[in-house]
């Protein structure tokens, strides 16, 4: 890692100290304990989920597998970690890394999972209710206090330099993985090929991705959230869609590409052409003061006119938008916060922590914020062909030209995303 990293973290760690220390005052706090979590078996198993530590707990240290592991802070003295470091022949025991953030920390290595000793008014963030079924009872403290829970959550909203440098290495991670992707697919690889191609390119195990990758071929593409991977190669290739993403230092990258097969119909390339254009058309619009629900609203009314210049849609871009045709064909959000988390807190609150829920014709929707520099979001336009959406606009009369419409729905669908930073000047596309 580099000299200037180390240094971007050292001042992100003072940066957070002094936060820190600025709500323990304003809420009376003698310390906030910060609890990394651990990993809880499958019911009726001896096996367990892969764990990563909790937000909050990342946000100080980069020590993703850390279980049982507590960083408690206080008004006057180094910040505490005591990391759970067991003497075990098992499995491979947490190591401190030889950087030089650990010199901001006091630091205790203990080989049994304890609660650290707390006195006085204290916070203890993270899942401490866990710990009621555990052997080690919780320590004192109050959980999770909202008003504090918020605050700390509007912490992670906006990022430090360090935190974008971290989302920027990711991104340039993942685009070797998208590359191998498309390669993969150029040379009629399976859904599992390509996957394997995207985490071999990206340097990462399947367990370590920040979200299970989808990876769709053909209709697959138009399932959002698809989570399979299919062993065999399609007869036809129509479409591939590849949503994923790598961690660095716990800063997650999600990216999104769409590649028209040799198979598919001229026309979904050049869908694919203008959705490029419309998620970089969004993006020069991204600068403070931008409400993300107004620029939401503009990819749908952008959408219509795609749908219309293609001949897809005969009517006005006013009428697609309000009859719901185009939330038919698109029927998530533009994006989401992006930092520890891949739907980062906060997206849906105020400044303030009070709720800010997305609105009733837009439920899918994860950011209703007001941009401000140092946010990181994403932009991810989308053009589906999805038949449970779409067939039920058979019969209402849209003017929808279906001998168009029609043979684009083995493509599955289009998803285009980009990671960007908010400046003070507008925007940083961390996507290479």
């Not at 869609?241 to 999600?254: E, P, Q």
């Not at 001229?266 to 020069?284: P, T, W, Y």
């Not at 589906?384 to 279906?402: E, H, V």
Request: hydrophobic share 40%; with cysteine.
């Amino acid at each position: 890692m580099s000299d200037t990293l180390h240094r971007l973290q050292q001042a992100h760690i003072t940066r957070l100290l002094g936060a820190y220390r600025t709500l323990m005052q304003q809420h009376g706090l003698d310390a906030i304990a910060l609890y990394s979590g651990h990993a809880l078996p499958h019911y009726g198993d001896d096996q367990f989920p892969e764990f990563q530590a909790a937000g909050h707990f990342l946000h100080w240290v980069a020590l993703l597998e850390a279980q049982h592991s507590w960083l408690i802070v206080t008004p006057d003295r180094r910040p505490r970690l005591v990391l759970h470091a067991p003497t075990d022949f098992w499995h491979l025991s947490p190591e401190l890394p030889d950087e030089p953030w650990i010199s901001e920390f006091d630091i205790e290595l203990v080989n049994e999972a304890v609660a650290p000793a707390l006195s006085g008014h204290v916070a203890l963030v993270g899942n401490v209710d866990a710990l009621q079924d555990s052997p080690v009872a919780p320590p004192h403290g109050d959980p999770n206090p909202p008003a504090l829970v918020a605050e700390l959550d509007e912490l992670r909203m906006h990022k430090s330099a360090y935190e974008i440098a971290c989302l920027r290495e990711a991104n340039r991670l993942a685009k070797a993985g998208h590359e191998a992707a498309q390669a993969a697919f150029t040379g009629a690889g399976a859904e599992l090929d390509i996957q394997l191609a995207y985490l071999g390119a990206s340097r990462q195990r399947e367990s370590h991705v920040p979200y299970d990758n989808i990876v769709g071929l053909n209709q697959h593409a138009g399932v959002l959230h698809y989570q399979h991977y299919d062993l065999h190669s399609p007869g036809k290739r129509q479409s591939l869609l590849v949503d994923a993403g790598r961690r660095f230092r716990g800063y997650c990258a999600d990216i999104t590409r769409t590649h028209a097969g040799p198979d598919a119909p001229a026309l979904f390339g050049e869908l694919i052409d203008a959705m490029h254009d419309l998620k970089d058309s969004l993006i020069a619009d991204i600068a403070p003061g931008v409400d993300y629900l107004a620029l939401h609203q503009k990819m749908h009314r952008r959408l219509g006119e795609i749908l219309i210049s293609h001949d897809l849609y005969r009517g006005t871009a006013d009428a697609c938008v309000e009859s719901g045709v185009t939330r038919a064909f698109c029927p998530h959000g533009l994006g989401h916060s992006l930092g520890l988390q891949v739907h980062d807190v906060a997206g849906l609150k105020t400044p303030h922590g009070e709720p800010a829920p997305a609105p009733e014709k837009h439920p899918a929707l994860r950011l209703t914020r007001t941009l401000t520099p140092g946010m990181v979001v994403t932009i991810e336009p989308g053009l589906y062909f999805i038949p449970m959406l779409l067939s039920p606009l058979r019969d209402t009369g849209a003017p929808i030209n279906w001998t168009l419409v029609d043979p684009l729905m083995p493509c599955g669908g289009i998803r285009i995303e980009d990671n960007i930073a908010v400046t003070e000047q507008g925007f940083d596309n961390l996507t290479p």
